[in-house]
Each structure stands twice: as structure tokens, then as C-alpha cells.
């Protein structure tokens, strides 16, 4: 059964702070991990990562996958209070076509 | 563009009451549909997945059934409810061949009494 860990469950910080997400996965067929951020309602997606050690990065958020360790890392620098939400990752398994999701760490950042 | 509608937003039932969620999804032929339950403080649980019309697949044994009756027509449904029904469903779909980023629906958060 595919399986995917997040750590730590929760964060709390400081605006101005950097942070690092964790991700685990054991997966079958594995194709890609993806990340995604959850405010309200909605997941949206932040970053598919295929290969091991390119990272990739959109503004303040930058995330890396290491294919040997089966893990990722997601990084936000300089955090703001917008940041603040739920960060989801999944394993896909691209036999079964679909996600294993992890239960997700929630990040708040305090002004 | 695509979009993805889900409803109803919210939705209050008694145990025991019938369920119908709807999701639809715009702008794309072929998609691959899924619905997701979120506990809260808990990561999502694939419930049901779709490659086709009239084609699921079930990931957990439980009271609660899917339906594919168009392409981009996707209903999750329950004859009876269970108070462990309550949480938040969500609705995705996403292209096929291979492709694995999902598009998630605003969802549907269910409280069971």
C-alpha cells in the first residue's frame, strides 16, 4: 500500500522566518511528487517534481526531491502571514493512475 | 478554460438520510475524476476514481457509491448516512495520459447529526 509522511504536523513561526516541509513517501510505480498548498477550501497545486536534485522554485517557495531517499523538501523563505495554510504532498503511482496524499503540515505565520 | 464545479457547499443531514454530491467539470473532454473526503486536521482520502464514463473504481470499503454518468459528470452518493460521513469532500479531475497534477473542486463540507 503507498504511503506518504509529512513532518511536522504543525508549524508556528514569525513572519520573516524561513521554513522547511518535509515528505516521505513509499510508492509503487512512482512517477512524481507533487505539492500542493490548501487555504479555505480548494488544494492548489505548487510544484510537480519528477527528478531527483532540480529543484524547483516560484517566488519565495522552492522544493526538491531526492529519488534515493524517498523524500522532498519544501522551503519558504522570508514567510509572510499569507502563507498560512495547510501543505499537502502526494505520491503518484503511475500504474494505479492515481495519489497517495500525505495528512499534511499546518503552517501559521504570526505577524 | 477548465472549471470545476461542486456542490452543495455545505450540507447538514441526519444519520441514516439519503446523499447525493454533484461535481461537474468544464472545458476538458476525457478527464480523470476522483473524489477525495478530508477529516479535519488529516490529509486527503481517495474515496472513488474515474478514467471513464460509467467506469469507477473504489479505494475503501464503505456505504458510499459513485457514478459516472457523463464524461464530465461525476456523483458521489450514500443510500444511508453515517455519523463517520461528516468531513469535508472534495472533487478533482485531471487529464489522462499520465498526466498527474489534479484540479480540485471548491468542495462539499458534509455534517452529519
Known amino acids: 500500500e503507498d504511503k506518504v509522511v509529512q513532518s511536522p504536523l504543525s508549524l508556528v513561526v514569525h513572519e520573516g522566518d524561513t521554513v522547511t516541509l518535509n515528505c516521505s513517501y513509499e510508492?509503487?510505480?512512482?512517477?512524481?511528487l507533487l505539492w500542493y498548498k490548501q487555504e479555505k477550501k480548494a488544494p492548489t497545486f505548487l510544484f510537480m517534481l519528477t527528478s531527483s536534485g532540480i529543484e524547483k522554485k516560484s517566488g519565495r517557495l522552492s522544493s526538491i526531491l531526492d529519488k534515493k531517499e524517498l523524500f522532498s523538501i519544501l522551503n519558504i523563505t522570508a514567510t509572510q502571514t499569507g502563507d498560512s495554510a495547510v501543505y499537502l504532498c502526494a505520491g503518484h503511482n503511475t500504474n494505479a493512475g492515481k495519489s497517495t496524499f500525505g495528512d499534511g503540515t499546518t503552517l501559521t505565520v504570526k505577524p | 478554460s477548465q472549471t470545476i464545479h461542486q456542490w452543495p457547499a455545505t450540507l447538514v443531514q441526519p444519520v441514516g438520510s439519503p446523499l447525493s454530491l454533484e461535481c461537474t467539470v468544464e472545458?476538458?473532454?476525457?478527464?480523470?475524476l476522483y473524489w477525495y473526503r478530508q477529516a479535519a486536521g488529516r490529509g486527503l482520502q481517495l474515496l472513488f476514481y474515474?478514467?471513464?464514463?460509467?467506469?469507477i473504481s473504489s479505494e475503501v470499503p464503505q456505504n458510499l457509491s459513485a457514478s459516472r454518468p457523463q464524461d464530465r459528470q461525476f456523483i458521489l452518493s450514500s443510500k444511508k448516512l453515517l455519523l463517520s460521513d461528516s468531513g469535508f469532500y472534495l472533487c478533482a479531475w485531471s487529464r489522462i495520459l499520465g498526466w498527474v497534477e489534479q484540479f480540485f473542486g471548491p468542495g462539499t463540507r458534509l455534517t452529519v447529526l
Open positions: 472545458g476538458t473532454s476525457n478527464p480523470n
Open positions: 474515474s478514467v471513464g464514463i460509467g467506469q
Open positions: 510508492v509503487t510505480n512512482f512517477r512524481s
